[in-house]
Nanobody, 119 residues
Framework: QVQLVESGGGLVQPGGSLRLSCAYSGSIFQIYAMGWYRQAPGKQRELVAVIRSGGSTIYQDSVKGRFTISRDNAKNTLYLQMNSLKPEDTAVYYC?????????????WGQGTQVTVSA
């Protein structure tokens, strides 16, 4: 059983910063990749950023240069540093972990944390 617990969301003014954390635990075979997705009201869930086991990263174009994904293996924690936040960043942010198992790979999700960017 793999558990992902997000934290760090909240209300922030435009231009502000937040750091999301995702603590993961449980019986994990091997991590293939971890990432952050978000879902705004009335919209589909979308990829925000991914970090692969080797450390390479992928970002959605709208967050490039503003968001940074990182992972602390010693603390079993994934982070998303969000700077220069905009109202359109408002969403529930979800952490995901993909195991390096035969396809289809096991994919786990956290419960989500709300980020609201508003004056």
């Amino acid at each position: 059983q793999v558990q992902l617990v997000e934290s760090g969301g909240g209300l922030v003014q435009p231009g502000g910063s937040l750091r999301l954390s995702c603590a993961y635990s449980g019986s994990i075979f091997q991590i293939y990749a971890m990432g952050w997705y978000r879902q705004a009201p009335g919209k589909q869930r979308e990829l925000v950023a991914v970090i692969r086991s080797g450390g390479s990263t992928i970002y959605q174009d709208s967050v490039k240069g503003r968001f940074t994904i990182s992972r602390d293996n010693a603390k079993n924690t994934l982070y998303l540093q969000m700077n220069s936040l905009k109202p359109e960043d408002t969403a529930v942010y979800y952490c995901t972990l993909v195991e390096n198992t035969p396809t289809p790979r096991n994919n786990y999700w956290g419960q989500g944390t709300q980020v609201t960017v508003s004056a």
